[in-house]
């Protein structure tokens, strides 16, 4: 065997091991970033929808999915939505926990945002947006307060706070919280999203 043709079969070979040993650790990594996500939803399930106890997924589309959280004796508590909207820089995605019957948001978490820091990144801050969200009334179409309100007790029942100086991101958030309340109304009509349960307090 010629020597260029003892190099050609060793490169092979350490190419083969090579890509082989990257593809063993994409696979391993892949689900292993999948379980921590899944992890991640699910306590961020169980932050919104308080006194959840276990979780089922209900429904799922694309930038949709929602799951219902039920108490120690398998009774439906409340629903947990998890949306999908365009920010201002891109995609805002977040858990928001309602009760059973759709009329009162429990609070909303922020799962994944690329928003400007120090602007638009605020909704992951409790103190200027977040706290803004609990409690509220859902049962007609959400609205922004412009300008911002300094507490929560300014605001109306159905009124969220906006965040100063980045108003797209708070409507961005807004419009995908209407949307998706509204399509899990029709979804809950059509018999595929159950509602049978007792709302928690």
Same mark, same amino acid.
């Given at each position: ?97 309602? #009760?059973? @019957? %759709?009329?009162?948001?429990?609070? =909303? ?8 820091? &120090?602007?638009? $990144? ?55 919280? #209407?949307? @998706? %309340?509204?399509?899990?109304?029709? =979804? ?8 049978? &349960?007792?709302? $928690?307090?």
């Amino acid at each position: 065997m010629s020597l260029s043709t003892r190099m050609v079969a060793v490169l092979t070979s350490v190419g083969l091991l090579s890509g082989g040993f990257l593809a063993g650790v994409g696979l391993l990594t892949k689900e292993r970033i999948a379980l921590n996500k899944q992890q991640e939803i699910e306590e961020k399930i169980s932050a919104v929808v308080p006194g959840t106890y276990s979780i089922e997924k209900f429904y799922e589309e694309k930038d949709l999915t929602v799951y219902g959280g039920k108490d120690k004796e398998g009774k439906l508590i409340g629903l947990a939505i998890h949306a999908s909207g365009m920010g201002f820089q891109d995609k805002i995605t977040f858990m928001m926990g309602t #009760n059973t @019957s %759709l009329t009162k948001i429990f609070s =909303l978490a922020i799962l994944e945002q690329t928003e400007t820091p &120090g602007l638009g $990144a605020k909704v992951d801050d409790k103190k200027s947006f977040l706290r803004f969200w609990e409690n509220k009334d859902c049962s007609s179409i959400l609205t922004l307060r412009k300008p911002a309100a300094s507490s929560p007790e300014e605001l109306g029942t159905s009124e969220i706070n906006t965040i100063t100086g980045a108003t797209i991101t708070s409507e961005a958030i807004l419009n995908t919280a #209407n949307s @998706s %309340l509204e399509r899990v109304r029709q =979804l809950i009509k059509e018999g595929k999203v159950s509602s049978e &349960g007792q709302d $928690a307090n």
